[in-house]
Structure formats: C-alpha cells, structure tokens
C-alpha cells in the first residue's frame, strides 16, 4: 500500500509500506477512506514528539470501512463505515476504567505516533471495541471525520474539563483547528461571551463565523476581557496554541476562582506565574481525549447543531499527501485550517 511514512526531524515521503495485519483478536483493519493533518503531526515532523520511530505511518484521525477483524471484536463487522478515535484504550487498565482512555497503559495516543498511522491506504487499528464508532447512514465520512480528534478534544478537554456553564465569559487563547473546535462546542453550554485570541486576522474571522462573540490579537485581549467582566477576569480560558506566550495569556486573563483548560501541545516550558496565581484559587487542567463523547457529538452533527465541516479549507487526493503537508504547514499564506484527503 501507499502511505505517509515519517523518516526523521524534517523528514516525511509518501511511498510504498507493508500492508497492515492483524497482530491480535482485538484488532480490526480499515480501509481509510478520508483522513486529515493534525498540528501534532506536524510536532513529530519537526521533531518535538522524539519517541515517534523512524519508519513509522504518521496519522490519528481516519475514517474508513471495516476489512478485517479480529476475533475478540464483536462492534463492527467487514463493510461497516467507521471512524478510529485518535486513543486506543484497551478497557481494562487503572484508566481505561476511570474512563481516561488518553492515559491508556497499553495504547493510549498510539496511532500515527507509537505505532502506524491512517495517513495511509489501509490501517490497523487496535483495540477497536474501545476505539472505533459506527457511522449512521444518514452523516457523510466529512461530517464525522473530526469527531476522532479535535472536535472531542476541544470539547472534553477544553469545555468539559474548563467547566463552561450559562452565562460565562470565555476566552480561547489559538483559533487554530483546536481552538475553533473549543468555539464551536462551547456554544452547547451558552456562554454569555466566547472570546478567541489569535495572531492571524482570517483566523480571527473564521472564529466569529463559528460563534465566537469576539475575536481580538493578543494585545486585544485584557482591554476587551476586562471590558467584559468589570476586570474580574474570564470565568474559563482555554489555551489551544502550544506555545509559552499563549499559555501565559491564558493564565493572565483568568479571574480568581475560574479555570484554566490547556488543550495545546506544547515542545517547551511554560512560565506558570504562582506568584500572581497562588491566591486566587484557579483550577488548571492539561490532558488529552477520551473521545468518550463521539456518541453524543455525533448525535449533535446529525440534528444540526454542529457543523464540524466549516473548518475545511482544503481537500485533496489521498496521494498529494505532501501537498497537503505543505499546505497546512504554510497556513499563513494558504489561510489552511483543516486539510481533508481522501481515497
């Protein structure tokens, strides 16, 4: 088969690689019909993820049609429509049964990182009874293809984790993928204002198309929170940038007993300021998906509440997949969010 085969900082080659078997009765394998580029795929090719193998098929977030399946798997059989979740959680580890699938003990972030990926032909998938859902008849491959990344992680570990309730006062520091993902799914709990912080004005744009109440750059940011909140502060900021400065702001503009929700993956430290922080009682929160909430998002997508596929801004052939690197790495210039490449 043909897939994306990472060889090294800097180095990626879309070219002939094994096909997939089964390695055990837990494992299925998929046909991938559309996949896309994560920002963290971009972390391991500039070598910011360093125990990603040389060799290794990058991609965590893939659609496609069952093939094959192990003996053990009993949801999905040969010719259903699915979508692998980015965590593969065996079921039965400390987490698995606390329902942290992200911090599984034997799988965990493992495709397209620790093992290969889906920015591929065909794809193992391993664990599927925990990490794979069904696609109803009636939702395109499109419509739930971010479900088995971002759209769960800025929902679980942005909104969920941030605890955004009626009525607060948000700021979502990055308008990347991530962070209008965070947009989009925050406006299930209605806050009174989502505010995102950007660099980058057609991000900022896109931002207020996807709900927010306000899109600012970073020196924007106190005049319009405060503004907001008669200087208390946000209610929940959520940090979806993965760089010091971005999470600095998010800490910055928390009023006292609110939350912080880091969702960014991040290559170097941050300056967390307990000399301001220590007294004002914040709760901060790190992590990544369970995807726990594919189920209920995709019952959402299905009655129109979310529309996930506003944030594609490209789609090419599955084979210009270095194409498609290229663009999403030039986002400045090509004003890419989300990639989609199909079969």
């Known amino acids: 088969m043909k897939a994306l085969v990472y060889d090294g900082p800097g180095k990626i080659d879309w070219r002939d690689h094994p096909d997939p078997v089964l390695q055990r009765d837990t494992d299925i394998l998929m046909r991938v019909t559309k996949t896309t580029i994560c920002g963290s795929d971009t972390h391991i090719i500039k070598g910011g993820v360093p125990d990603t193998p040389q060799g290794t098929v990058l991609g965590h977030e893939g659609v496609g049609v069952v093939q094959e399946v192990g003996s053990a798997v009993t949801n999905v059989v040969p010719g259903d429509r699915i979508l692998a979740a980015c965590v593969s959680a065996c079921g039965y580890c400390r987490f698995c049964t606390a329902g942290q699938y992200g911090q599984c003990l034997n799988g965990g ?60 006062t948000v700021a979502i520091v990055g308008a990347g993928p991530v962070g209008l993902s965070t947009t989009l799914t925050a406006r299930l709990f209605s806050p009174a204002n989502i505010v995102v912080i950007d660099l980058v004005d057609s991000r900022r744009k896109k931002a207020l198309e996807l709900g927010a109440t306000h899109a600012v750059s970073p020196e924007e940011a106190h005049e319009v929170v405060n503004g907001l909140t008669d200087g208390l502060g946000a209610d929940v900021t959520i940090e979806a940038a993965g760089f010091p400065k971005p999470f600095e702001l998010a800490a910055a503009l928390v009023r006292p007993g609110g939350h912080i929700a880091n969702i960014g993956v991040h290559e170097e430290p941050a300056t967390l300021h307990l000399e301001t922080l220590w007294a004002k009682q914040i709760t901060l929160t790190t992590g990544i998906p369970s995807g726990l909430t594919i189920p209920q998002l995709m019952k959402a997508i299905a009655s129109g509440t979310l529309d996930p596929t506003s944030m594609i801004s490209h789609r090419f052939d599955l084979g210009d997949m270095v194409m498609g690197y290229e663009t999403f790495k030039n986002a400045a210039e090509t004003d890419a969010l989300k990639v989609v490449l199909s079969s």
């Open 109 to 168: 972030w493992a495709l397209g990182h620790l093992i290969d990926g889906v920015q591929a032909e065909y794809a193992r998938i391993p664990f599927a009874q925990n990490s794979v859902y069904k696609i109803p008849d009636e939702l395109s491959d499109e419509q739930v293809l971010f479900l088995t990344d971002i759209l769960a992680t800025g929902y679980e570990v942005g909104v969920l984790r941030g605890a955004v309730a009626p009525g607060d």
